[in-house]
């Protein structure tokens, strides 16, 4: 078996033993349960073994230092789980955040704690402004169970219209995260996380699932609701990036007109984005 597979299994089992690790912040506010000692024992010994492989055939692959390995994966997959950390108040709120941004009074920047003796962001579940994979994942799965009804009510529906239809929402994902991960390059901050990207970018489904529900009431409405959604994901990233920006770049002043022609065409591009995923069945 390739070593690229093997890297993907084991990032996938991580993915997966983390999420399940953290189910219960998805339902409510997280509790505090009976300690359980042999639970601990080995959920640390399961990470550690998996992180052990994932570091290993990361190393054979990439042919790199170990230390290098370590300290990227630690940096982009060391807890995954702390973007699954919501509850439904979260869920409810974050929505009226990403679908109306015009509307949300409070501010942007994000809650910092002290852990292990330096300052580190609050999970989701005790931060608006936090990233959270668990509404993308969410959206991308209503908007492939979308693309599947408008497909069956247009008579086009079969299991490779609806591959393509699902290809081409992860491309259009893709797409999205190449463009946040790109403008932050271009302005001298490359340093995000990239599970952060990837979350700012999936919220756009969110809008695009409601211009499509749109679009089945009332094929006209699409015309007004998609430019609507697109318009507000566009404000929702231009503030969102600004904060990132304002946190880890000292030179914002001197550069803030390139960096606004920069956001203007990334508020711009979801135009065309949403209207190209949103055209199911084209």
């Known amino acids: 078996m390739p070593d690229y597979v093997l890297l993907l299994l084991l990032f996938s089992l991580v993915v997966m033993y983390s999420t399940m690790g953290g189910q219960t912040g998805v339902t409510g506010t997280p509790q505090n349960p009976q300690p359980n000692p042999f639970g601990n024992t080995f959920y640390g010994a399961g990470s550690g073994l998996i992180r052990s492989g994932l570091e290993a055939y990361g190393e054979r692959f990439l042919g790199s230092s170990s230390e290098f390995m370590q300290s990227n994966i630690s940096r982009y997959f060391s807890n995954p789980q702390y973007y699954f950390q919501v509850n439904d108040q979260y869920v409810r709120n974050k929505l009226k955040v990403v679908l109306f941004p015009f509307l949300h009074r409070g501010h942007?920047?994000?809650?910092?704690?002290?852990?292990?003796?330096?300052?580190?962001?609050?999970p989701p579940?005790?931060?608006?402004?936090?990233?959270?994979?668990?509404?993308?994942?969410?959206?991308?799965?209503?908007?492939i169970i979308l693309a599947g009804f408008?497909?069956?009510?247009?008579?086009?529906?079969?299991p490779e219209a609806l591959s393509l239809q699902f290809t081409r929402g992860l491309v259009g994902w893709v797409l999205q995260v190449m463009l946040l991960k790109g403008l932050l390059y271009s302005l001298g901050s490359g340093e995000a996380p990239l599970f952060d990207i990837v979350a700012y970018g999936g919220y756009a489904y969110t809008g695009i699932c409601i211009g499509v529900l749109a679009r089945l009431c009332w094929s006209y409405s699409y015309y007004f609701v998609m430019p609507l959604m697109s318009l507000c994901m566009?404000?929702?990233?231009?503030?969102?990036?600004?904060?990132?920006?304002f946190s880890e770049m000292r030179t914002y002043e001197k550069r803030s007109s390139r960096q606004h022609y920069v956001l203007l065409f990334m508020a711009l591009a979801q135009f065309p984005l949403f209207f190209w995923l949103g055209n199911l069945g084209l």
């Open 125 to 143: 579940v005790y931060d608006i402004n936090a990233p959270d994979l668990y509404i993308p994942l969410m959206a991308f799965g209503t908007y």
């Open 234 to 245: 566009g404000v929702f990233l231009v503030k969102t990036m600004k904060r990132v920006l």
């Open 108 to 122: 942007w920047t994000r809650i910092t704690e002290p852990v292990g003796g330096r300052l580190s962001y609050k």
């Open 150 to 158: 408008s497909l069956g009510l247009m008579g086009r529906f079969s």
